[in-house]
């Protein structure tokens, strides 16, 4: 299948400071990407939807001012959470869209483990 | 919210078939069923997807009823590796390609030596 990376795979901070999150498609030109964000022992939550050149379009009760979203090419997606604080610790995790119509597969990056102090 | 049922938890003997069922029953015309599963603290993996006919591939089975209301994922010769959190999700598709998948709770197998 086609791969998707994350970087960094974990990170910690402290509280204030900001954190980019790096989402790359690595054998595939994908225009849109999705954010997804997991707590301990709960499903994966979408938080946005990243297409190329535009704007992100932002699930409700998501913050777009502190979950900066980026796609500046067609294989990479960043995600900035500005001014972290504990609350937002989580698992993020990226997926990418491989195409259209019926071949249409999103494949998932390994996530990034995010723990603000 | 998710629009599929799944049961929280099931257990499966190493070696034997693992099957995996879904109820959709709200499912329209234009989505198709697909399945991920997820290993502790990775990303979800791709399993595979479906319309209306069966489909099969490496990894696994997908067997959709005739009136699409509900399938099953088969894996046929579950393995210790296949212990992973397994979702069924819903999802239709556009000539865009950019529909998100929307995750429900999902099926915890465990499989047993």
């Known amino acids: 299948g086609a791969v998707v990376s994350q970087h960094p795979s974990r990170v910690i901070c402290k509280s204030g400071t900001s954190v980019k999150i790096e989402c790359r498609s690595l054998d595939f030109q994908a225009t849109t990407m999705f954010w997804y964000r997991q707590f301990p022992k709960k499903s994966l939550m979408l938080m946005a939807t990243s297409n190329e050149g535009s704007k992100a379009t932002y699930e409700q009760g998501v913050e777009k001012d502190k979950f900066l979203i980026n796609h500046a090419s067609l294989t990479l997606s960043t995600l900035t959470v500005t001014s972290a604080h504990p609350e937002d610790s989580s698992f993020y995790i990226c997926?990418?869209?491989?195409?259209?119509?019926?071949?249409?597969?999103?494949?998932f990056g390994p996530g990034t483990r995010l723990t603000v102090l | 919210d998710a629009k599929t049922t799944q049961p929280p938890s099931m257990d499966c003997a190493e070696g034997r078939a693992a099957n995996l069922p879904c109820n959709h029953s709200t499912i329209s015309g234009n989505e198709y069923v697909y399945w991920y599963r997820q290993i502790h603290s990775q990303g979800p993996q791709y399993i595979i997807h479906?319309?209306?006919n069966n489909e099969t591939n490496e990894m696994a089975s997908l067997i959709i009823t005739e009136d699409r209301k509900s399938s099953t994922l088969i894996l046929p010769h579950a393995t210790l590796r296949d212990t992973a959190v397994y979702y069924c999700?819903?999802?239709?598709?556009?000539?865009?390609?950019?529909?998100?998948?929307?995750f429900g709770k999902g099926t915890r197998l465990s499989v047993i030596a």
């Open positions: 479906g319309l209306k």
């Open positions: 999700i819903v999802r239709a598709l556009r000539n865009s390609g950019n529909t998100p998948l929307v």
């Open positions: 997926s990418a869209s491989t195409g259209q119509g019926s071949t249409d597969t999103q494949y």
